[in-house]
């Protein structure tokens, strides 16, 4: 049975000068003394195509370490991260973490951005032996490979993310139910998860397909797609998208003037920059996420106090889920004693995750055997020009607005 595992104080406030295994591998002094910093190899999209996302992680990851060295450390010892730009690149990622582990000798790693890069880099990871705890690799596909180190620090997969606005659509009366659906989703597995997970609910509903297109990551014009969706009058408009894409698909549609009366877009509706993106069109734009600043989950509200005297500015979920892998990983480390390349420990540290349940800033986590989280996602909405939980009704902040205003 699992059992819980709570760590005061964002997992390390209150640590004690715990003794760290000893490496018998390639980690260099620190990992052999025991006394140096626990070093850390992340390799993060700061280019390319998801480096607007790759660099919200990377905020989220040195703000965690930040932290953690502020309030004595891991096991008495400071983190020191080492991040490499993959350029969003799927060799790339592959390649910087086998430097991390055998030239840099870092004694854990952290998972990158995406979907495309967690696949190769979990690979890696699972070759080598190490522990893998990933904060942004929902697609399906990432749980199906046969990793068995792997850990995704998150609430929920990519084909669940909408569940929870599903339920609420099947709840409605028939006669009130959306009677179309448009779907443009990037080609990328956590992309396409979302919006193809939504639409095998709705089409169970009876829920006609008007609307289906796939586009690469590099697409910036949208008129064709837009062209599309606003001749076919669908009254739910789905996007698998990340954020520049959205952007740019919204802005399309709005010079069609099509008008749903639902859209829902993934990701891009949750970063912050999205409003001054879009304008003031932003009314009834729903989106999953699987965190907010509001929640008070043990330890939130002290990330969220933090993070924002930091950078200026409140965490949004790439943020809060790179700081939760930190306190996943973090958990493990305290727990077992030990951080550390020496294959004995990095196991320990799999065999605990495995069998327990860590309190973190996006809830308590818990995982199956592939690495998925037992949980789900939140329901966001525009309501009022703010960003609100609409779903689940017992976390809600505002009422679900059903029919989206025009924008």
């Given at each position: 049975?699992?059992t819980?595992?709570r760590?005061?104080?964002?997992?390390l406030?209150?640590?004690?000068?715990?003794?760290?295994?000893?490496?018998?591998?390639?980690?260099g002094?620190s990992?052999?003394?025991?006394d140096?910093?626990?070093?850390?190899?992340?390799?993060l999209?700061?280019?390319?195509?998801?480096?607007?996302?790759?660099?919200?992680?990377?905020?989220?990851?040195?703000?965690?370490?930040?932290?953690?060295?502020?309030n004595?450390?891991?096991?008495?010892?400071d983190?020191?991260?080492?991040?490499?730009?993959?350029?969003?690149?799927?060799?790339?990622?592959?390649a910087?973490?086998?430097k991390?582990?055998?030239?840099?000798g870092?004694?854990?790693?952290?998972?990158?951005f995406?979907?495309?890069?967690?696949?190769p880099?979990?690979?890696?990871a699972?070759?080598?032996?190490f522990?893998?705890?990933?904060?942004?690799?929902?697609?399906e596909?990432?749980?199906?490979?046969?990793?068995?180190?792997?850990?995704?620090?998150?609430?929920?997969?990519?084909d669940?993310h909408?569940?929870?606005?599903?339920?609420?659509?099947?709840?409605?009366?028939?006669?009130?139910?959306?009677?179309?659906?448009a779907?443009?989703?990037?080609?990328?597995?956590?992309?396409?998860?979302?919006?193809?997970?939504l639409?095998?609910?709705?089409e169970?509903?009876?829920?006609?397909?008007?609307?289906?297109?796939?586009?690469?990551?590099n697409?910036?014009?949208?008129g064709?797609?837009?062209?599309k969706?606003?001749?076919?009058n669908?009254?739910?408009?789905?996007?698998?998208?990340?954020?520049?894409?959205?952007?740019?698909?919204?802005?399309?549609l709005q010079?069609l003037?099509?008008?749903?009366?639902?859209?829902?877009?993934?990701t891009?509706?949750?970063?912050?920059?999205?409003?001054?993106?879009i304008?003031?069109?932003t009314?009834?734009?729903?989106?999953?996420?699987?965190y907010?600043?509001?929640?008070?989950?043990?330890?939130?509200?002290?990330?969220?106090?933090?993070?924002?005297?930091?950078?200026?500015?409140?965490?949004?979920?790439?943020?809060?889920?790179?700081?939760?892998?930190g306190?996943v990983?973090?958990?493990?480390v305290?727990?077992?004693?030990?951080?550390?390349?020496d294959p004995?420990?990095?196991?320990?540290?799999?065999?605990?995750?495995?069998?327990?349940?860590?309190e973190?800033?996006?809830?308590?986590?818990?995982?199956d055997?592939?690495?998925?989280?037992e949980?789900?996602?939140?329901?966001?909405?525009?309501?009022?020009?703010?960003?609100?939980?609409?779903?689940?009704?017992?976390?809600a902040?505002a009422?679900?607005?059903?029919?989206k205003?025009a924008?």
């Amino acid at each position: 049975m699992k059992t819980p595992y709570r760590v005061a104080g964002l997992a390390l406030a209150s640590c004690l000068a715990l003794t760290a295994c000893m490496s018998s591998g390639a980690g260099g002094d620190s990992a052999e003394d025991g006394d140096g910093p626990i070093k850390i190899g992340i390799s993060l999209p700061l280019t390319g195509d998801f480096s607007e996302p790759g660099k919200g992680v990377q905020r989220g990851y040195e703000a965690w370490a930040d932290y953690v060295n502020e309030n004595g450390g891991l096991l008495g010892r400071d983190v020191e991260l080492t991040i490499l730009d993959d350029q969003s690149n799927a060799d790339r990622v592959a390649a910087d973490y086998e430097k991390l582990i055998n030239q840099d000798g870092v004694d854990l790693v952290f998972g990158p951005f995406s979907t495309r890069l967690v696949v190769p880099a979990a690979q890696v990871a699972q070759d080598y032996g190490f522990l893998f705890v990933e904060p942004a690799g929902a697609a399906e596909e990432v749980f199906t490979q046969g990793f068995d180190n792997l850990f995704y620090a998150a609430p929920a997969i990519a084909d669940d993310h909408y569940d929870y606005l599903a339920d609420a659509i099947e709840a409605l009366p028939e006669a009130q139910r959306p009677k179309t659906a448009a779907y443009a989703a990037m080609d990328d597995p956590f992309a396409m998860g979302t919006a193809y997970g939504l639409k095998s609910r709705l089409e169970e509903m009876g829920v006609e397909t008007v609307v289906d297109e796939v586009y690469p990551p590099n697409t910036t014009d949208f008129g064709s797609i837009a062209a599309k969706i606003a001749d076919s009058n669908a009254d739910v408009v789905v996007g698998g998208t990340q954020y520049q894409d959205a952007v740019n698909m919204i802005v399309a549609l709005q010079q069609l003037d099509y008008q749903p009366k639902m859209a829902a877009f993934s990701t891009a509706p949750t970063n912050p920059e999205f409003p001054e993106a879009i304008g003031s069109k932003t009314e009834g734009i729903l989106s999953p996420t699987g965190y907010t600043p509001e929640a008070d989950y043990p330890t939130n509200q002290e990330f969220v106090e933090y993070y924002t005297e930091r950078n200026g500015t409140p965490p949004a979920e790439d943020e809060a889920n790179a700081w939760t892998t930190g306190q996943v990983v973090a958990a493990a480390v305290e727990a077992v004693e030990c951080a550390s390349p020496d294959p004995e420990c990095q196991s320990q540290l799999i065999d605990w995750l495995r069998e327990n349940e860590v309190e973190t800033v996006v809830g308590p986590l818990t995982w199956d055997e592939q690495g998925r989280p037992e949980g789900a996602h939140l329901i966001q909405q525009y309501v009022d020009g703010k960003i609100r939980i609409v779903l689940p009704e017992e976390a809600a902040e505002a009422e679900l607005i059903l029919e989206k205003p025009a924008w």
